[in-house]
């Protein structure tokens, strides 16, 4: 049996398990810049609050209704999401993270899995202050299912077990085709038009239909809802062959340094999210737009090939400013950037080239280093002089809470 936990409203819980206050108020939690709801509390949800949402949209039902808001906290929702699995990892023998706030779980051997789904539920929220739910069934597609009963419906008490052919039906049938994992919006319309309607309606279809409409993936998941596992555990951490890191600023960039302060910022980024797959790159795309709609509308950008495959900062920094000279125009008011590494490949694929002069071998060990003290102490803190901190200064974050967990001066303060 497979179990998909997930954490509830997981930016809005990190923020309540350090603000006992907010268990019953309504809370929303904001994008980069304070743009869009991105996370939302039951309550918030129950106001009609939408997801996506952008901000000046809702000001005035967050002020009748006295919404607490939240910017994006990436440091502490990021620690928070290490304890999290760091707890599970101690309570099954396997475990595959899916995403920052989902995770996996094999229960393969365990005899009372519903019973034993309740006490991982039960230790995680004691130990984090996070609060989960878990979705138990055969196959990692049907616990996705299983997990969303679990979530919907309170009588479930966080658990749903899905180990019978009646719940098997039951749960088939309340599915739509569109939320079922695995099924993109052009297959759920494809499917809806020839009278598919639910996941029950997809496990009817013969298998023939299924692979002549949808090819192998679509059969894979038709035999995922029917309760043969084959989605193997490499494909949930399929390497990205793109990385892109971007953002919009806050406030109009007009100073080349401080631009150039946030493309080596996102540039480091993007190289993070490139070492923690263990891949290199040998290619840097960047590019920067001023406000589309203003009268001097102005987008670029530049790809540059890297002399050899890398996954050091420095080096990488280093092409994207290369790139950012060639495209820069002064005295322009720059709204967005981005970087994005191309040519992707893992690691253990990159051949050593005779003529390069770098010790890629020391490279990486000092990376790998690097990378270990900001994962313990928050992002950022070890950075490269050229970031400076032109960056933080132009990201909106008017509702930003401390990170709790990483920095000793914003430690959660007790009064008794």
């Not at 009278?195 to 998941?221: F, N, P």
């Not at 390497?239 to 631009?259: A, V």
């Not at 480091?268 to 290619?283: E, I």
């Not at 901190?389 to 009064?415: A, M, P, V, W």
Request: proline residues 2%; charged residues 25%; hydrophobic residues 35%.
């Amino acid at each position: 049996m497979y179990a998909l936990i997930d954490c509830n409203n997981f930016f809005v819980s990190c923020e309540r398990a350090f603000n006992p206050a907010l268990r019953h108020r309504p809370v929303v939690v904001l994008s980069n810049n304070d743009g869009c709801v991105i996370s939302r509390s039951n309550e918030a949800k129950a106001l009609g609050i939408k997801m996506a949402v952008p901000f000046f949209q809702i000001r005035e039902l967050v002020e009748q209704h006295h919404v607490a808001v939240y910017s994006t906290n990436f440091t502490l929702y990021g620690d928070m999401s290490d304890r999290v699995m760091k707890t599970l990892s101690g309570l099954v023998p396997d475990i595959e993270i899916y995403s920052v706030d989902e995770a996996f779980l094999h229960l393969h051997g365990i005899e009372d899995v519903a019973s034993y789904s309740n006490h991982i539920v039960r230790t995680v929220t004691r130990n984090t202050g996070i609060s989960v739910s878990i979705g138990v069934a055969a196959t990692k597609t049907l616990g996705k299912i299983a997990n969303h009963f679990a979530k919907k419906y309170k009588a479930y008490n966080h658990v749903c077990v899905i180990d019978n052919e009646e719940k098997l039906v039951k749960a088939l049938q309340k599915t739509d085709i569109g939320d079922v994992w695995g099924i993109g919006r052009r297959h759920a319309k494809m499917l809806e038009y020839h009278g598919v309607k639910t996941a029950y309606d997809l496990t009817q279809k013969s298998r023939s239909w299924i692979r002549s409409k949808m090819t192998v993936i679509g059969e894979r998941t038709w035999l995922e809802l029917r309760g043969i596992a084959c989605i193997e555990k490499d494909e949930l951490q399929a390497k990205k062959k793109q990385i892109c890191t971007s953002r919009s600023f806050g406030q109009p960039i007009t100073e080349y340094n401080t631009l150039l302060e946030s493309i080596a910022s996102l540039a480091a980024l993007s190289v993070a999210k490139l070492r923690k797959q263990k891949s290199v790159t040998k290619a840097v795309y960047i590019f920067a737009h001023t406000n589309r709609f203003g009268e001097e509308a102005y987008k670029s950008s530049k790809v540059v090939p890297l002399s050899f495959y890398t996954s050091d900062t420095g080096e990488i920094v280093g092409y994207c400013r290369q790139a950012l000279d060639s495209i820069y125009v002064p005295h322009l008011e720059y709204k967005r950037a981005g970087v994005v590494l191309i040519d992707i490949i893992p690691e253990e694929y990159a051949l050593r080239d005779f003529f390069d002069e770098k010790d890629r071998d020391k490279q990486q060990r000092l990376n790998r280093v690097l990378d270990e003290i900001n994962k313990k102490n928050g992002r950022d803190a070890i950075k490269l002089a050229i970031q400076g901190d032109g960056y933080s200064k132009n990201i909106r974050q008017e509702h930003l809470s401390k990170r709790y967990t990483t920095n000793f001066d914003e430690i959660i303060e007790i009064k008794v």
